[in-house]
């Protein structure tokens, strides 16, 4: 075997140990932050420093969620408030990408809609629960109503300002090509506003599960935000914290899932 043939694997291998230890490394650093935190956490509840009636350990905390995974309790209400969420939060993806294309294309619109889409939006939905009861009743349809409220601005904001980015020469062309309308918002503005369109959607979804926990204020017996705000009448801090947690987990996963597709759909951005 040549001298130059045995250098060229060793250089492969050595490249291939190097990518290893990069995933490595940076797999480290991404949890290092959240096992930093654990751990001091832990050990100030065995120095005592910090009171396990308001803050429970860590272990305590995986005690309870494993307890309430074994009876089926945590399942429950992440289920309920997973189908609450996504009723809600496809009704503001279905609604506000078509009124953020229309007034992202329509400047007569624009003027029409900003001045209301400007007051409505800084309102928190918490604060539509009194006139979600009274139009909605105490049912099902006001809990989504809240979250679709939470979600809806974000997305409606992105798509817009997506749609009015769109690049002036692409404009230009499809004018001198006479492309008819339908094509030119299919084919031009939808696809360059994809990486507005996706970023409303990501930030809409983490809205509508933070909306998830005021929805479930009004009247609910099930839920993740039901069981939060119990376990808070109940001083059970340790639920509350599992809650919390599942809440952001829910998140993270759907968060994960909606930029794989953006990546696949826009491998260019």
């Given at each position: 075997?040549?001298?130059?043939?045995?250098?060229?694997?060793?250089?492969?291998?050595?490249?291939?140990?190097?990518?290893?230890?990069?995933?490595?490394?940076n797999f480290v650093e991404y949890f290092?932050?959240?096992?930093?935190?654990?751990?001091?956490?832990?050990?100030?509840?065995?120095?005592?420093?910090?009171?396990?009636?308001?803050?429970?350990?860590?272990?305590?905390?995986?005690?309870?969620?494993?307890?309430?995974?074994?009876?089926?309790?945590?399942?429950?209400?992440?289920?309920?408030?997973?189908?609450?969420?996504?009723?809600?939060?496809?009704?503001?993806?279905?609604?506000?990408?078509?009124?953020?294309?229309?007034?992202?294309?329509?400047?007569?619109?624009?003027?029409?809609?900003?001045?209301?889409?400007?007051?409505?939006?800084?309102?928190?939905?918490?604060?539509?629960?009194?006139?979600?009861?009274?139009?909605?009743?105490?049912?099902?349809?006001?809990?989504?109503?809240?979250?679709?409220?939470?979600?809806?601005?974000?997305?409606l904001i992105n798509v817009t300002d997506?749609?009015?980015?769109?690049?002036?020469?692409?404009?230009?062309?499809?004018?001198?090509?006479?492309?008819?309308?339908?094509?030119?918002?299919?084919?031009?503005?939808?696809?360059?506003?994809?990486?507005?369109?996706?970023?409303?959607?990501?930030?809409?979804?983490?809205?509508?599960?933070?909306?998830?926990?005021?929805?479930?204020?009004?009247?609910?017996?099930?839920?993740?935000?039901?069981?939060?705000?119990?376990?808070?009448?109940?001083?059970?801090?340790?639920?509350?914290?599992?809650?919390?947690?599942?809440?952001?987990?829910?998140?993270?996963?759907?968060?994960?899932?909606?930029?794989?597709?953006?990546?696949?759909?826009?491998?260019?951005n």
């Amino acid at each position: 075997m040549s001298s130059e043939l045995i250098r060229n694997r060793a250089r492969k291998l050595n490249k291939t140990n190097n990518n290893k230890f990069k995933k490595l490394s940076n797999f480290v650093e991404y949890f290092l932050l959240v096992i930093i935190v654990i751990a001091t956490w832990q050990i100030l509840e065995n120095m005592q420093i910090v009171d396990p009636v308001t803050l429970p350990s860590p272990l305590q905390i995986f005690e309870t969620f494993w307890l309430m995974l074994l009876s089926g309790e945590l399942l429950k209400n992440i289920f309920v408030s997973i189908v609450r969420v996504s009723q809600g939060y496809a009704l503001a993806v279905i609604i506000g990408i078509i009124f953020g294309i229309a007034i992202g294309l329509s400047a007569r619109l624009n003027r029409i809609t900003d001045f209301v889409i400007q007051i409505l939006k800084p309102i928190p939905p918490i604060a539509w629960i009194p006139l979600a009861i009274l139009w909605l009743g105490i049912g099902e349809t006001s809990k989504i109503f809240l979250i679709f409220l939470g979600a809806f601005f974000p997305i409606l904001i992105n798509v817009t300002d997506g749609i009015r980015q769109t690049d002036k020469k692409l404009i230009e062309v499809a004018k001198v090509l006479e492309t008819p309308k339908i094509n030119f918002i299919i084919k031009v503005v939808i696809p360059s506003a994809l990486p507005s369109i996706f970023t409303g959607l990501r930030v809409g979804i983490g809205s509508a599960w933070m909306c998830v926990v005021a929805a479930e204020l009004i009247a609910s017996d099930q839920g993740v935000g039901y069981m939060i705000m119990n376990a808070r009448q109940l001083s059970q801090p340790d639920v509350v914290i599992v809650g919390m947690l599942a809440i952001g987990f829910i998140g993270k996963i759907i968060d994960v899932i909606l930029k794989t597709i953006e990546n696949r759909l826009i491998k260019w951005n």
